[in-house]
């Protein structure tokens, strides 16, 4: 069987020509899409963050990772005669020297998220994986966002940024759920039981995704180019403040106080740092993330009206990825991923010889 060389982080990997399935192709595509974007992020925030060496050690850390995560899928993908995407460029897509939209604590917590939302993802991503050298890759970027979670919570810890999780008092027994009362949450005849402890940690989770929405659709709304992509970033802020109330809402609703935020509101620049293709890209592939995530909430949630509500909450995003979608194929900046050939046109242009 043909041999051929793929070069990783350690150095190269030697194996039996396998052919990549198509999850390996869309797990890979998809990192080297979300990869080049954060490397623009990261060039930006690199000249932000110069006067606080614990989190410039971070940002370039990410920054490093991002470029060796671009080179090792390019050499995958031209090992197997697959198009590399274009995706982004520090050249095109960044402007580096652009004055400050966040404050350098900004971009503690974006990398903080980043380890959350990037260890569910690469976790998937490396359960997709066959070939052996597609799955040390996915381990080895999910070590790695185990790692970025584990820094910034320590240091969010010792700037006293980190806004924990809400408290509960400890039962003193277990319990066994009533089938009457337990999925109460919706009937004007019985009171809702008061909120579990899995349905507040998805709360607070999408508490938390929506703020950081919130600030990025608000620094891109004051910093796009379009007027249509200005309105769209207002719509989403919006959009994440309404949703945050609604979870908030649900807390209270329990006697359970919602975390307070620390100020991370944008700086009042209006000079773009990032092309509007890029912060397109960047709002709906985080909306897409959070589509996924009320889909496992409301999965997880027993109280029948939490579902209802997350149900919803997902329409309302939905529309607006539709509509996000929309712009960035008029501007001809969507991108497709590979994806399977059309038989039956294969068959039509065969009979029409």
Not at 199 to 215: D, V
Request: aromatic fraction near 12%; include cysteine; glycine fraction near 6%.
């Amino acid at each position: 069987m043909e041999e051929y060389l793929i070069t990783k982080r350690e150095g190269f990997y030697l194996e039996n020509h396998q052919p990549l399935t198509s999850s390996e192709i869309g797990s890979l595509w998809t990192t080297y899409m979300s990869n080049s974007m954060l490397e623009c992020v990261f060039a930006y925030a690199l000249q932000i963050v110069g006067d606080d060496e614990k989190i410039h050690t971070l940002v370039q850390e990410a920054y490093d990772e991002s470029a060796q995560n671009l080179t090792t899928i390019r050499s995958i993908f031209e090992a197997e005669s697959l198009p590399v995407p274009i995706g982004f460029s520090t050249e095109h897509d960044v402007n580096a020297k652009a004055k400050p939209l966040f404050e350098a604590t900004f971009f503690l917590d974006y990398l903080h998220k980043l380890g959350q939302l990037g260890s569910s993802i690469y976790s998937s991503f490396y359960a997709f994986a066959v070939r052996k050298d597609i799955r040390d890759f996915f381990a080895n970027n999910l070590t790695y966002m185990a790692q970025v979670y584990d820094k910034t919570t320590e240091l969010m810890l010792e700037k006293g940024l980190l806004i924990r999780p809400p408290m509960i008092s400890i039962p003193n027994h277990v319990e066994y759920a009533d089938k009457q009362t337990y999925t109460k949450g919706y009937s004007l005849f019985h009171d809702k039981r008061t909120l579990n402890v899995v349905e507040i940690s998805h709360l607070y989770a999408n508490i938390e995704t929506n703020i950081l929405g919130m600030m990025l659709c608000t620094g891109f709304g004051q910093t796009a180019r379009s007027q249509k992509i200005r309105d769209y970033m207002l719509r989403g802020k919006d959009i994440a403040q309404k949703h945050t109330r609604k979870f908030t809402d649900k807390l209270l609703e329990s006697d359970i106080q919602a975390p307070m935020t620390w100020d991370a509101s944008p700086l009042g620049s209006s000079e773009p740092p990032f092309s509007d293709k890029l912060m397109m890209y960047h709002v709906t592939s985080l909306i897409q993330f959070s589509i996924g995530r009320y889909g496992l909430a409301s999965g997880a949630s027993f109280r029948n009206d939490l579902p209802l509500l997350y149900g919803r909450l997902m329409t309302d995003i939905a529309n607006y990825a539709n509509d996000g979608a929309d712009i960035l194929m008029k501007n001809k900046w969507l991108e497709e991923p590979p994806r399977a050939e059309d038989r039956d046109r294969v068959i039509q242009q065969k009979n029409d010889l």
